[in-house]
């Protein structure tokens, strides 16, 4: 389903794990900063909202998405980071930089995760326009963000349950 079917702030939030000692990274881009900074504001409320101290969650920045497998990867391998959450966006231009930029950023975010064990979440919008990452970042379709942050929650809370043996 598509974003533009779907609202991404909403979810289901049935047996979420408790996160007041999990330890968030969120990474985010500064390139289309009216954008990033509202997909951060909606991460960062989401795990506040659902559990997350505030003392245990430290942002860094990045000049653009390209750079955020990089500075996922630093916060990853920290061994006190539980999860990091990836924000960016990356808009369709007159050229195919997108496609490049997205395909490494999608890749470089899934071999960190898998490097080091933890949810690395991918939190990079591709819109075609300004208008649609807009509307993905707070707008008519939701927030993101929120969504991003929730999939770190959902995830620590399934590597719980498989390292525990409790599926």
Known sequence: MSSADKN???????????????????????????????LFEGAYQTLITYGALPANIVRGNVPGSFELTMASQWFAQRANIDAVIALGVVIQGET??????NHAVAQ???????????PVIFGVLTPNNMEQALDR????????GDEAAITAVKMLGLKAQVTNSQL
Do not use: M, Q
């Open 137 to 144: 970042a707070g707008g008519v379709h939701g927030n993101k």
């Open 108 to 118: 470089g975010i899934t071999n960190v995760s898998l490097k080091y064990d933890k």
């Open 8 to 38: 991404l702030s909403v979810f289901t939030t049935e047996g979420l794990p408790d996160i007041s000692n999990k330890k968030f990274a969120i990474v985010v881009a500064e390139w289309n900063s009216e954008v990033t900074e509202k």
């Open 96 to 101: 195919k930089h997108n496609d490049y930029i």
